[in-house]
């Protein structure tokens, strides 16, 4: 395969996005007990776009400050766990062009 | 700022921005709220922006707004895995003024068109988040932000507060959305010299080129992909609905690596520098997904309320006029000084007998159905591939026997009345 073909990861794709981080996560799992008995896919480490939901040994870690804020984790969590809310007024992610 | 204004706008995106400005240049005193830096930073869209319900706001915006190129042609892949049929309409009159419509960055766009409801009047506050709105005896009578002392108070509140209307739902104007509800898009900007993106896509100076891809371009599932040209760089992005997402466990920026890579898109991009990365998700339930719009004090536009066209890819210019009638109502009733849900349900009206709410209805089905019949996507456009391959592929067999065979390779007979049942049904929902 060409060096092109190998495809952008998401990481490299995230340095790409400007984010004015809050101190405080804007995202919260309801219930960590739910992730780990009741939902054997973790589906939201698959469909989120800035992989920001990774599963570590027994607990959810949410990278909240590389949230595109755009909402799926929230309608596509199939337990209704996750709590979500805006980042406070001007932080999170910081489109320049669009 | 315990103040009180006419009206409150919360989220200055093009439904909001166009709702302040007709209601500033009315005469009322407006108040539009942003979350983000500035009008925009939170916005995201393919790129494209019709010409006339934007005209129907500010009258030749294209002589001074931040545009990237008026589209010329708009092109459809049909697409397989190493091959796509493709189709396109181009014309010249899409050159010319007035135009049809453009390609535009949307943190550019949205920041020139909210500095220009600033110039009617319109108070534009950035970085504040609406927490909730206030509600005394079920009418809606101002809103509580993030800021200290945060409480600010209007007649009317206009929630255009995008996909994601905690505000709308909070009021219980519609359920929580369902991942069938909702497309997530993922995006890039790829930065290509002007230069070369003219000459790969055909295009003579300052002419845009937008191409929908179809089929593989999702790996099959319902959504679509795009590659839009900007002046000096592309848009490309692939959305489909969340719940296929889901189902069938793709990572979503692993589909966009997908179409970037795709043998009939990479030559387009090839060379380029990615610059942004972006996601977003559509409302796009469509006019069934459509909750309460209008209550009393309090009325919802925009991605808030559905208003997307997923079909004809069409938003912001829904979102536009929907900020417009809005505006007119609100103005009609502050002359009344009535701002019940009786005085403002005027704006259902006014947006249900217009093209929004006609267009709405149109394709009332058309989603549902496509998601409840995935072979549109999967199988159909595969096997047209087929068949154009086979018939243009010149191999000493008669034309005769290719046809033959085409047909034979499609399956039985009971196979064949299936296919054309799904084409009379698909013509059904989309007539």
Redesign the interface.
């Known amino acids: 395969m060409s060096e092109?073909?190998k495809?952008?990861s998401?990481e490299?794709?995230?340095y790409?996005?400007r984010f004015?981080a809050d101190t405080k996560s804007h995202l919260h799992v309801k219930d960590t007990d739910i992730c780990m008995t009741k939902c054997p896919?973790k589906?939201c480490t698959?469909?989120c776009?800035?992989?920001i939901y990774k599963w570590e040994d027994i607990r959810m870690h949410i990278g909240y400050e590389g949230c595109?804020?755009?909402?799926?984790c929230?309608?596509?969590c199939?337990h209704?766990n996750i709590k979500?809310?805006?980042?406070?007024?001007?932080h999170?992610?910081?489109?320049?062009?669009? | 700022m315990s103040e009180k204004f006419d009206c409150i706008v919360v989220g200055a995106g093009p439904a909001g921005i166009s709702c302040a400005f007709e209601l500033a240049k009315g005469g009322a005193n407006v108040l539009l709220i942003e979350?983000?830096?500035y009008p925009?930073?939170?916005?995201?869209?393919g790129g494209v922006l019709y010409r006339k319900m934007m005209e129907d706001i500010i009258p030749d915006f294209y002589k001074e707004a931040p545009l990237e190129r008026p589209i010329v042609e708009q092109r459809f892949m049909m697409m397989d895995k190493e091959s796509a049929i493709t189709v396109g309409y181009k014309g010249m009159e899409w050159g010319k003024e007035p135009y049809n419509n453009f390609t535009v960055?949307?943190?550019?766009f949205?920041q020139w068109f909210a500095d220009k409801a600033v110039e009617q009047g319109a108070i534009l506050v950035?970085?504040?988040?609406v927490l909730e709105c206030i509600v005394e005896n079920g009418k809606v009578i101002g809103v509580r932000?993030?800021?200290p002392n945060g409480d600010v108070y209007a007649d009317v509140v206009v929630l255009a507060d995008g996909?994601?209307s905690?505000l709308a739902q909070s009021l219980g104007f519609h359920k929580?959305?369902?991942?069938d509800e909702?497309a997530?898009a993922?995006m890039?900007?790829l930065k290509l010299d002007k230069k070369i993106i003219e000459d790969r896509f055909n295009l003579e100076n300052n002419q845009g080129c937008t191409i929908e891809l179809f089929g593989d371009a999702t790996k099959g599932i319902l959504g679509t992909g795009f590659l839009y040209t900007n002046k000096d760089?592309l848009s490309i992005g692939v959305g489909t609905l969340?719940s296929g997402?889901?189902k069938h466990?793709?990572?979503?920026?692993?589909l966009l690596?997908?179409v970037?890579?795709h043998p009939m898109i990479?030559p387009y991009i090839?060379g380029s520098e990615?610059?942004?990365?972006?996601?977003?998700?559509i409302p796009e339930g469509g006019y069934k997904s459509m909750g309460k719009i209008v209550g009393d004090g309090v009325i919802v536009i925009g991605d808030a309320s559905q208003l997307v066209n997923a079909i004809h890819r069409e938003g912001s210019n829904l979102a536009m006029t929907s900020g417009r009638l809005a505006a007119e109502t609100i103005l009609l009733a502050k002359e009344a000084d009535d701002f019940s849900e009786n005085m403002l349900k005027m704006y259902r009206t006014k947006l249900m007998e217009g093209f929004v709410g006609q267009d709405m209805k149109k394709y009332k089905d058309s989603t549902h159905h496509f998601n409840k019949f995935p072979q549109y996507f999967d199988q159909y456009i595969p096997m047209i591939n087929k068949a154009a391959s086979q018939m243009f592929t010149v191999d000493g067999t008669s034309k005769w026997e290719k046809q033959k065979k085409i047909i034979k390779d499609i399956g039985s007979t009971r196979e064949k009345m299936k296919i054309a049942r799904d084409v009379y049904k698909a013509w059904k929902v989309m007539k």
């Open positions: 092109q073909n495809g952008q998401i490299e794709k995230q790409l996005v004015n896919d589906i698959i469909f776009p800035a992989e595109h804020e755009c909402g799926s929230r309608i596509g199939p209704q979500w809310e805006y980042p406070k007024g001007g999170g992610i910081v489109f320049r062009l669009g | 979350r983000g830096e925009g930073s939170k916005n995201v869209m960055l949307r943190a550019k949205d950035n970085e504040t988040v932000t993030d800021r996909v994601n905690l929580e959305y369902k991942p909702v997530l993922t890039e900007i760089s969340l997402l889901i466990k793709i990572k979503p920026y692993e690596e997908y970037k890579n990479r090839q990615p610059q942004e990365y972006l996601a977003h998700l």
